[in-house]
T-cell receptor
């Protein structure tokens, strides 16, 4: 079985501040992990992914995430928030070798000028 | 096409009527997913197709919901005897393989009056 928990349905940060969106997963086999972003009134877009290899992965728009097996976490970070980062972010997991995706409930990021 | 397309983009219907939503995946993508996103909420998995395997229908909320896929191409999601609680955005996504991540269509916004 697999599941995803995103802590905090809403996160507010000041422009220029660190962005940290939390994601914890459970999986009975090595997982594939993803972050998706949904801008207002738009579809979901893949931000970054971890499958194998380097545990620190970089995505678009300056975001990155680190796979920590010991903590079963895949938190999303960005050193300096920009107004254009305001969106909803979804963490997702696939158990390796399978393709059914489980999404978290999403975190809405607000960036305050 | 270049991406996943869905039609119609908007559908308004009366309670009790049947509706059919269409998804055209990216050519060559063997996996196709349907999700429902209610206003202000996360993604709710509905159904998953993988090649010629039997679809995973575990997310369909009732027997009013059904979906078909022709080979590795177009999929249709049918909702019979629509209810007001069916109002949502219905998202389709396709994937070449689990590790590649999903590509989402723009969604169909369904409003049941």
């Amino acid at each position: 079985a697999q599941s995803v928990t995103q802590l905090g349905s809403h996160v507010s940060v000041s422009e220029g501040a660190l962005v940290l969106l939390r994601c914890n997963y459970s999986s009975s086999v090595p997982p594939y992990l993803f972050w998706y972003v949904q801008y207002p009134n738009q579809g979901l877009q893949l931000l970054l992914k971890y499958t194998t290899g380097a545990t620190l992965v970089k995505g678009i728009n300056g975001f990155e995430a680190e796979f920590k097996k010991s903590e079963t976490s895949f938190h999303l970070t960005k050193p300096s928030a920009h107004m254009s980062d305001a969106a909803e972010y979804f963490c997702a997991v696939i158990m390796g070798g399978y393709q059914k995706v489980t999404f978290g409930t999403g975190t809405k990021l607000q960036v305050i000028p | 096409g270049a991406g996943v397309s869905q039609s119609p983009s908007n559908k308004v219907t009366e309670k009790g009527k049947d509706v059919e939503l269409r998804c055209d995946p990216i050519s060559g993508h063997t996996a196709l997913y349907w999700y429902r996103q209610r206003l202000g909420q996360g993604l709710e998995f509905l159904i998953y197709f993988q090649g010629n395997s039997a679809p995973d229908k575990s997310g369909l909320p009732s027997d009013r919901f059904s979906a078909e896929r022709t080979g590795e191409s177009v999929s249709t999601l049918t909702i019979q005897r629509t209810q007001q609680e069916d109002s949502a955005v219905y998202l389709c996504a396709s994937s070449a393989q689990g590790a590649a991540g999903q590509y989402f269509g723009p969604g169909t916004r369904l409003t049941v009056l």
